[in-house]
DNA sequence: TCCTTAATGCAAATATATTTGCATTAAGGT
DNA sequence: ACCTTAATGCAAATATATTTGCATTAAGGA
């Protein structure tokens, strides 16, 4: 049988290097900032091979983003759903308030809004986060706690620690603390 | 005495078709594809004149998106904060959802998130919302309304629905109504 | 080990973006 | 009406980005 790909060895060291360089840039250049020629310079790899198999920074940059912000998160399990929304919103607020957080994730929706036909990507970015909601809600509704919809998690907690952090608003625990207290009907 | 600029005449008719040109495109093609020689042959300008004064797309098309989004909208006024928020609220929300709201506020933050020197200019243009919203609750506030904080409305009135407009989630009337009841201590 | 060929590198060619020099037009003041 | 010069247009020059052709390397299977 003959091989259609080659996905191991050289091809793989490539691309992870290549991943290396867009991360390194991305923290200390700002996105506009970065472009093929030094990105390859960067990883030791001929901008060719970058043009072949990305087509456009922009194209990399997005990839690169993306499997960052795909990685799973440790999702909280402490027995009381107020709890777990906390750690967990806390934790998305540290991730988003740190430099390289705030930068990959300004990246991402810098390298996906161009382009009108990745909206189903965009969407796409959001699945985990939504899938950890579910799995926190599930459990809260098990436990027979009453639970906001993900609907409102998302409009309540996610909206605003993203719209925070693409403003360059503080977004920091505190900021965590009070919407989650916020959502589950802390009243005025 | 000697003319330092001559923004009149001219320069303006120049402007105002080069900002013509800029909706235009932007509205049947998506931010990514536009470049300054085909707004200038679309406003009729050389494309020289666009580098001499803008210099790069991204601020040009920056400055049209920013005078748009800067538009006053109407104000509402109605004698009640939760009929004030709901009827400002369905207005964004209608905006945003329109093919050229959404456009223009995607090619906002596209343009400014890549420099990373615009963070100040992002939050400037989210200033005459927060202008409006500390208006209505100032009325509440004579009124006697126990009223929200600007920071919260920020969070759970603007943030949802841009949010919902850069991942490309329907934002519609219904969705703003939800978010005013939620705010306004609706309860679970 | 050997063979096929995907993946890469390199240099040159091409395309596209941006700048520059100079002539022309027309604000804006006298 | 006249003068100065900011603003523009145009063509050429330059810079930068992207593609292409071909040689080389090394997966991955036999």
């Given at each position: 049988?003959?091989?259609?790909?080659?996905?191991?060895?050289?091809?793989?060291?490539?691309?992870?290097?290549?991943?290396?360089?867009?991360?390194?840039?991305?923290?200390?250049?700002?996105?506009?900032?970065?472009?093929?020629?030094?990105?390859?310079?960067?990883?030791?790899?001929?901008?060719?091979?970058?043009?072949?198999?990305?087509?456009?920074?922009?194209?990399?940059?997005?990839?690169?983003?993306?499997?960052?912000?795909?990685?799973?998160?440790?999702?909280?399990?402490?027995?009381?759903?107020?709890?777990?929304?906390?750690?967990?919103?806390?934790?998305?607020?540290?991730?988003?308030?740190?430099?390289?957080?705030?930068?990959?994730?300004?990246?991402?929706?810098?390298?996906?809004?161009?382009?009108?036909?990745d909206v189903a990507?965009r969407?796409?970015?959001?699945?985990?986060?939504?899938?950890?909601?579910?799995?926190?809600?599930?459990?809260?509704?098990?436990?027979?706690?009453?639970?906001?919809?993900?609907?409102?998690?998302?409009?309540?907690?996610?909206?605003?620690?993203?719209?925070?952090?693409?403003?360059?608003?503080?977004?920091?625990?505190?900021?965590?603390?009070?919407?989650?207290?916020?959502?589950?009907?802390?009243?005025?």
């Amino acid at each position: 049988m003959i091989a259609k790909q080659r996905p191991g060895g050289r091809t793989a060291r490539t691309k992870s290097s290549v991943f290396e360089a867009v991360t390194a840039l991305l923290t200390e250049r700002c996105y506009g900032a970065l472009n093929m020629t030094e990105i390859a310079e960067r990883a030791g790899v001929a901008a060719t091979s970058l043009y072949r198999r990305w087509g456009d920074v922009r194209v990399l940059i997005l990839e690169v983003a993306v499997e960052r912000l795909m990685q799973e998160r440790p999702l909280p399990d402490t027995g009381s759903l107020a709890q777990d929304l906390q750690d967990w919103a806390r934790s998305i607020a540290v991730s988003l308030a740190s430099p390289e957080g705030s930068a990959f994730f300004q990246a991402f929706i810098a390298a996906a809004l161009p382009t009108g036909s990745d909206v189903a990507a965009r969407l796409d970015a959001l699945k985990p986060r939504i899938a950890q909601i579910e799995a926190m809600l599930d459990r809260a509704a098990a436990r027979g706690e009453a639970a906001p919809s993900v609907d409102d998690v998302v409009d309540m907690l996610l909206a605003p620690l993203y719209t925070r952090t693409l403003f360059g608003m503080p977004t920091d625990e505190s900021v965590a603390d009070r919407l989650v207290e916020r959502l589950l009907g802390g009243g005025r």
